[in-house]
C-alpha cells in the first residue's frame, strides 16, 4: 500500500525559514522521482522543485531558486524541502508527490502517480 504524508507546515512571518518532510513508502524508491508542488488559493498547483532518488538530479523553479533546497534520506524513505527566506508569495498548500523517473518535464502535474494530502504553509508579512 501506497502511502505519501507531507509534515512540517505552518504560520512563518516573511523573511523566515521551515522544512517540510514527507516520508514514503510502497513504491520503488530507486525508480522514482519526488517533487513538491504547491497550490495557493485560486492557482493551479505549481512544482516547486523535484529531485531523483541518488539525489543524481535536482530541479528548482524559478520562483524558489536559491532560497529552498530539496533533500532526500533514502534509508529513512523521506523527502526533505528546506525553505528559507520566506515570501507571502510562497504561501499555498504545499504537496509531496511521486512518479517513475523517466517521462514528461517534472512540473506536469499529471505524470505524478502518488500524492500526500498536503500541508499548509501561510507566510504572513
Known amino acids: 500500500q501506497v502511502q505519501v504524508v507531507e509534515s512540517g507546515g505552518g504560520l512563518v512571518q516573511a523573511g523566515g525559514a521551515l522544512r517540510l518532510s514527507c516520508t514514503a513508502s510502497?513504491?520503488?524508491?530507486?525508480?522514482?522521482?519526488m517533487a513538491w508542488f504547491r497550490q495557493a488559493p485560486g492557482k493551479e498547483r505549481e512544482g516547486v522543485s523535484c529531485?531523483?532518488?541518488?539525489?543524481?538530479?535536482?530541479y528548482y523553479a524559478d520562483s524558489v531558486k536559491g532560497r529552498f533546497t530539496i533533500s532526500g534520506d533514502n534509508d529513512k524513505k523521506t523527502l526533505y524541502l528546506q525553505m528559507n527566506t520566506l515570501k507571502p508569495g510562497d504561501t499555498g498548500m504545499y504537496y509531496c508527490?511521486?512518479?517513475?523517473?523517466?517521462?514528461?518535464?517534472?512540473?506536469?502535474?499529471?505524470?505524478?502517480?502518488?500524492w500526500g494530502q498536503g500541508t499548509q504553509v501561510p507566510v504572513s508579512s
Open positions: 529531485i531523483t532518488w541518488g539525489g543524481a538530479t535536482t
Open positions: 508527490a511521486a512518479r517513475v523517473r523517466v517521462g514528461p518535464p517534472w512540473t506536469d502535474v499529471g505524470s505524478y502517480s502518488y
Open positions: 510502497g513504491f520503488p524508491f530507486d525508480d522514482y522521482a
